[in-house]
């Protein structure tokens, strides 16, 4: 039998609780399936832990994971410790030395979920963007000198390569090729920033002499916000720079009916590192304890998860789980207008499982 190591690192806020949930799902799917298992190793790394240390995961911190399958991580944020150290001190700690510099972001309307453009031009919107999750905006290059002085002066430096917008887009456009549509938008703010995104339009130009199967169009950011709100129908695979497809996610989660929902991938392509996968809701403690953290986005990145190691009938399973929950209003957690707590939508996603018949 089959044992796949995994890392979970539930990190801050509901990150402990919906992690949690994910593992008894994962734990739920493999008793189910039969043929492999689990073993999963738990760290307590984040803002408890930087209280305690003085910062969010040890010094050796990666090396302790570096042998995983893959990493089920929660959400790095905490109210007492500034939003930089702790998303620099653990999730971006891990992301960019393990080289995942491709975040993938699914967004579908699921059964049951009411959202702003359900049933626009008569299609449900079914994308993925695909982050830059490397370099450009969040290259940490940059400085602050005369600290609190009049003359101050702070730079954020985008730092983008050929052999990173490369590869980005590469992937980008075989994920476009594996998909129904074959259908691939670019986005890029070339008109104002006329080096390093111009430099990407060109390369997006060579690269997509490499799939003449693959329909390609670009665009401005700016109107692709719009874009995604008027035309979704038209939309199908998005890649773009780590600060532009960072926003644009978070908008494609909000429409598909809550930022609760939604998964992502730091997928490292070749395989030398661990890939991790997270909801993208944030850690979240205004509801912190409450129960009602919606468990959803975390199954749906264990669906990213089983994927990328080499599941895919127990990701399907799961996903059909989802799917059949999600169609059940009564376990729609608060973010979608319900009433069900954390543990109701994680028992009735196992019980789905469990009682399926494939």
């Known amino acids: 039998m089959k044992t796949y190591k995994i890392a979970a690192i539930p990190g801050d806020g509901i990150g402990t609780e919906v992690i949690s949930a994910g593992v008894d799902v994962l734990h739920a799917l493999a008793a189910r399936d039969g043929s492999f298992t689990f073993h999963v190793d738990h760290f307590d790394w984040g803002g408890d832990y930087y209280q305690r240390h003085g910062r969010m995961m040890p010094e050796d911190g990666r090396a302790q994971i570096r042998h995983h399958d893959a990493i089920l991580f929660g959400s790095a944020g905490h109210p007492d410790i500034p939003d930089h150290v702790t998303l620099w001190g653990l999730r971006l700690a891990i992301c960019q030395p ?132 008027i035309k979704p129908e038209t939309i199908d695979t998005v890649v773009a720079t780590n600060l532009h497809a960072d926003i644009l996610s978070d908008l494609a989660a909000a429409l598909a009916g809550s930022l609760g929902i939604a998964p992502t991938g730091n997928i490292n392509p070749e395989g030398e590192f661990p890939s991790m996968f997270e909801p993208i809701h944030g850690s979240a403690f205004d509801i912190m304890g409450k129960g009602i953290a919606n468990p959803v986005g975390t199954f749906w990145s264990a669906v990213m998860l089983l994927e990328h190691i080499g599941e895919p009938a127990a990701a399907s399973r799961l996903m059909r789980a989802i799917e059949q929950v999600t169609a059940d209003r009564r376990f729609h957690t608060p973010d979608l207008g319900g009433q069900a707590r954390t543990a109701d939508v994680t028992a009735a996603v196992i019980a789905a499982i469990q009682g399926s018949n494939d």
């Open 98 to 229: 393990f080289d995942q510099y491709a975040n993938v972001r699914p967004t579908r309307i699921l059964p049951g979920i009411t959202s702003p453009l359900r049933n626009v031009a008569g299609k449900e919107l079914d994308w993925v963007i695909v982050r830059e999750n490397s370099e450009g905006e969040y290259s940490g290059v940059g400085g602050r000198v005369h600290q609190g002085l009049p003359i101050e002066v702070a730079t954020d430096v985008s730092v983008m390569t050929r052999a990173g917008v490369q590869r980005i887009l590469r992937y980008a456009f075989k994920l476009a090729r594996s998909r129904p549509r074959k259908l691939l938008t670019v986005v890029t703010k070339s008109n104002a920033q006329r080096h390093a995104m111009v430099m990407w339009d060109e390369i997006a130009a060579e690269v997509a002499a490499e799939f003449p199967d693959v329909a390609w169009d670009k665009m401005l950011v700016v109107a692709m916000t719009l874009r995604m709100v």
